[in-house]
């Protein structure tokens, strides 16, 4: 009891302090292994703030869970906001050997520390593979959220470093995306006739008239055949004549005197 009481004691004083592991866009694919832990958070977000004690509380119980803690600032990766489909923050993410499940518990430590040592996560379906962070389709979407991130950007620097008015880069921006538009249509049209060439299809005033000696070819063959089929109608007329004279005739019995 006593050295119980000791262990207790040396966890809850003597524990090393660990701070929870920044997962950028660079780094992310090693949350794939293992068991992790990770928030979503962003430095001006209220609640954020207010959690932050509680989160690094929590990553210092990583190495008797036997887990990893990590946290993502989607202000600075704004590429995993979209992977993850970040809708609300902090919000918290359990990730075993890459299945993913959103945590919606309680915020306390005590609550954070149940959910992985009673391995509470199981209760909890996994995401869908159609909205798995590892996923092609998800993919992609990062990529989507990088560039309204660096579109925004741009904004921002034309209106507050160059002083360009609000409503001039609405049009820039308007004639920008017609042009990328034409030029992608454009590219489109030519891969598809590259990669499938139409067939050239003669008009009906195209086509080649036949000459007069194929018609007069044409007209022998005709005759030819009609001539062949009269005398094939006389033949058989013959043979069947043929065939009635050949008949053997009966002969009448004479009755007797």
């Known amino acids: 009891m006593l050295k119980m009481i000791f262990v207790l004691f040396t966890l ?17 694919s090693d949350v794939l292994e293992g068991e992790w832990m990770i928030e979503f958070m962003a430095p001006w977000c209220p609640a954020c703030r207010g959690f932050v004690a509680t989160w690094d509380k929590f990553s210092d119980w990583s190495k008797d869970l036997e ?3 990590g946290v993502v600032d989607v202000t600075e990766n704004p590429g995993l906001s979209g992977r993850f489909l970040i809708s609300a923050l902090p919000s918290l993410y359990h990730i075993k050997n890459g299945e993913f499940r959103q945590y919606k518990g309680g915020r306390k430590e005590a ?10 996560w199981k209760e909890l379906d996994p995401i869908p593979w159609y909205f798995s962070p590892a996923s092609i389709q998800m993919a992609g979407l990062a990529q989507f959220f990088k560039a309204a ?5 741009l904004y921002n620097s034309m209106t507050k470093d160059y002083g360009i008015p609000e409503w001039a880069c609405y049009v820039i921006f308007a004639i920008a995306t017609i042009l990328a538009g034409l030029i992608l249509g454009l590219v489109i049209v030519v891969c598809c006739d590259m ?7 003669p008009s009906s005033a195209e086509e080649p008239e ?7 070819l044409q007209k022998e063959d005709e005759d030819a055949d ?16 043929k065939d009635t004279d050949t008949k053997p005739r009966k002969r009448r019995v004479k009755k007797a005197d």
Not at 111 to 116: P, R
Not at 149 to 153: E, I, P, Q
Not at 226 to 241: L, M, Q
Request: net charge negative.
């Open 12 to 28: 809850l004083f003597f524990r090393i302090e660990c701070k929870p592991i920044k997962v950028t866009e660079e780094n992310w």
């Open 67 to 69: 887990i990893k803690v």
């Open 111 to 120: 609550e954070l520390i149940s959910f992985v040592d009673d391995q509470k």
């Open 149 to 153: 991130m660096a579109v925004r950007d």
């Open 195 to 201: 990669m499938l060439p139409s067939r050239y299809v």
């Open 210 to 216: 036949p000459s007069s000696q194929g018609v007069a």
């Open 226 to 241: 009609g001539e062949e089929s009269e005398t094939d109608i006389v033949d058989v007329t013959k043979t069947a004549e």
